[in-house]
């Protein structure tokens, strides 16, 4: 039977049970921006500790959770822990580091213990095992398989096993760069500049931030979300520098941070990138809203997640901004005419019963005026028609970006029936930097939900809103700026409920536009992105 927790402590030393109360707490996230493992959820963290149990797998946890000792668990060694681990620049096995082995966009726990505490990576084969003790995982790894070079996935110290040495080798640095990439503020303002390609290890070019992403279980909705986001440069800079958000202890936060360097990294192994992390912390955070292996809605995600990711961004502050509302936020004069039956108020503030001339009652408009600020707008598709051509064949009906956009021009009324009967009027008070269009093209019943196959045609540059749509006046000594240039445009294909989502999105540095869908990546005709069934688009304003 297992000893308890109580039970160990009371046979560790006074000394050895403090190193371990102290070792024990998850690592800090503001190191260096890695956090601890996002789950799926209770249950599976329950059944993980069960199986830990069962297996026999929760030791002395000194063996394991030893980031700057030497790990040995004997109290003959005690006094060894108190020195430093011997560091040395030549180690006979750095010819044994396979770099073509090593994936660090996936989960750090230990393939044995499925701890995520005091992980450590195997350089010669790229498993990941905990602690680096006489009793530990990566120590036996090292007896076992002969494998000798293994690097802590938090500190980024390499160390040779079973020796204990540390390693302290600058050949060994593309690969702590790749495992935790990291950007200068010189560098993150050069990148819209830069023009050249990258070389992976196979020998294949990618272009820095033009990677796909991995599909892990219909995860398509979550990729084409963020390969719009990336081309938001303010967005984009935010996240490259870790130390803007260091603070913030939200793993979705984070998570977003590591996979935008990633994504923008120049230095990479392979010349795509898993979003397996992220996704892990989109559950957890989502309460599994959101989660591998069930399609979702583009739209619905983007919306959760720009509200998440600024809630989580201004803390506790009242009435804070971040970044996500300095890109995207802007505001909607509302105007909403809601009819009332059967009673009116006077000017005396009293209430009387409106009759019509046949003593029935006659219905009353109360109109309400309000601002409301929005991330996104939905614009109203026009209905497909019934009937076919001569030829037999479906009319695919198309309408232009302008028509829709009617609908905020203070005077097209909108009816609502929720939370209850209006006539809605809107105007733009305040437009944003970035203005994100969505298109409802899919309308859902208690039966079935149905797509609306309408092409909407839209310029790709040069967007000029206020010839549309009334505008507020500029501030004094201020321009309007109301034109703007598509930068991602988000389709979808097949039919409702089914399907798949691509983007086609602008490389700046060129002005050359790419379509991506999951893992393949393509130039492609600006021409091409307007003849496709657009579902959500992102304008960036010109300056």
Not at 6 to 17: C, H, M, S, T
Not at 240 to 266: C, D, M
Not at 465 to 480: A, M
Request: aromatic share 10%; glycine share 4%; proline share 6%.
């Amino acid at each position: 039977m297992a000893t308890t927790r109580e039970e160990e402590n009371e046979l560790l030393p006074e000394r050895k049970r403090q190193k371990q109360s102290q070792l024990s707490s998850p690592p800090s996230s503001i190191g260096n921006g890695i956090l601890p493992l996002a789950s799926y959820g209770d249950d599976e963290e329950e059944e993980e500790e069960e199986k830990r149990d069962q297996n026999g797998t929760k030791e002395d946890e000194n063996d394991y959770i030893d980031d700057d000792s030497d790990g040995y668990a004997d109290g003959h060694d005690l006094n060894r822990r108190q020195q430093h681990v011997e560091i040395r620049r030549d180690c006979p096995y750095l010819d044994t580091v396979n770099r073509q082995v090593l994936d660090f966009d996936f989960e750090k726990f230990c393939s044995v213990s499925l701890s995520n505490l005091n992980v450590y990576a195997c350089l010669v084969c790229g498993k990941y095992f905990q602690g680096r003790g006489r009793k530990s995982h990566a120590y036996t790894h090292s007896l076992e398989a002969g494998h000798h070079v293994y690097i802590n996935l938090q500190t980024e110290k390499v160390y040779c096993l079973p020796d204990g040495y540390e390693i302290n080798d600058p050949s060994l640095d593309d690969i702590r760069h790749v495992l935790n990439p990291r950007f200068t503020r010189e560098q993150v303002e050069q990148l819209d500049k830069k023009k050249q390609w990258s070389r992976a290890l196979d020998g294949s070019d990618y272009l820095p931030g033009m990677v796909g992403l991995n599909n892990i279980k219909e995860t398509d909705f979550v990729n084409v979300t963020i390969q719009s986001l990336m081309r938001v440069t303010p967005l984009r800079n935010f996240f490259l520098i870790p130390e803007n958000y260091q603070n913030v202890k939200s793993p979705l936060v984070h998570r977003f941070g590591e996979l935008t360097r990633k994504i923008w990294h120049a230095r990479n192994f392979k010349g795509q990138v898993s979003p397996h992390e992220f996704l892990q912390a989109v559950m957890k955070a989502s309460k599994k809203r959101f989660r591998i292996g069930a399609q979702s809605d583009p739209v619905e995600f983007m919306s959760w997640l720009l509200n998440t990711l600024h809630a989580d961004l201004k803390g506790s502050k009242k009435n804070s901004s971040s970044i996500i509302h300095k890109c995207f936020q802007g505001e909607l004069e509302v105007v909403k005419d809601i009819q009332v039956k059967g009673f009116i108020e006077r000017e005396d503030g009293q209430n009387n019963e409106s009759m019509a001339e046949d003593g029935t009652d006659r219905p009353t408009v109360v109109t309400e005026t309000s601002r409301m600020p929005f991330l996104m707008l939905g614009l109203d598709l026009p209905p497909p028609p019934l009937f076919k051509d001569v030829m037999e064949k479906n009319i695919i009906p198309q309408v232009p970006l302008f028509n829709i956009l009617k609908k905020f021009d203070g005077e097209s009324v909108t009816e609502v029936v929720r939370p209850c009967v209006a006539r809605m009027r809107y105007r733009v008070t305040k437009l944003p930097q970035y203005l994100i269009l969505h298109m409802r093209r899919f309308t859902r019943n208690n039966f079935f939900i149905e797509k609306n196959p309408t092409l909407v045609n839209f310029p790709v540059k040069n967007l000029e809103l206020k010839d549309y749509i009334p505008l507020p006046s500029p501030k004094e000594n201020e321009k309007l700026r109301s034109k703007y240039d598509l930068i991602a445009n988000i389709v979808h294909d097949g039919k409702p409920g089914e399907g798949f989502y691509r983007v086609f999105v602008q490389r700046k540095s060129e002005e050359l536009w790419y379509e991506m869908q999951d893992l393949h990546v393509a130039e492609t005709l600006p021409q091409m992105v307007a003849l496709s069934e657009t579902y959500m688009q992102i304008y960036e304003q010109q300056q």
